[in-house]
């Protein structure tokens, strides 16, 4: 999401279309670009906002 300044589309575009939007640009403007210090807090809040499921509770889990 920093890369892509928080543009849902441009995302969604990347992750499902494997690909980037014609003319797009990166958000960051910073002059050494998107440093590691600069993501690891974008990626932990990230991380700590998946809800993982249990095999169990996976879709399309069967009991063996």
Same mark, same amino acid.
């Given at each position: 999401?920093?890369?892509?300044?928080?543009?849902?589309?441009?995302? *969604? *575009?990347?992750?499902?279309?494997? *690909? @980037?939007?014609?003319?797009?640009?990166?958000?960051?403007?910073?002059?050494?670009? @998107?440093?590691?210090?600069?993501?690891?807090?974008?990626?932990?809040?990230?991380?700590?906002?998946?809800?993982? *499921?249990?095999?169990?509770?996976?879709?399309?889990?069967?009991?063996?």
């Amino acid at each position: 999401m920093t890369i892509f300044g928080g543009r849902v589309e441009d995302v *969604r *575009r990347f992750l499902m279309e494997e *690909r @980037l939007a014609d003319h797009w640009e990166p958000k960051v403007r910073a002059p050494c670009g @998107l440093t590691i210090g600069a993501f690891a807090p974008t990626a932990i809040r990230v991380e700590l906002g998946v809800k993982e *499921r249990k095999p169990s509770q996976a879709a399309g889990a069967q009991a063996v």
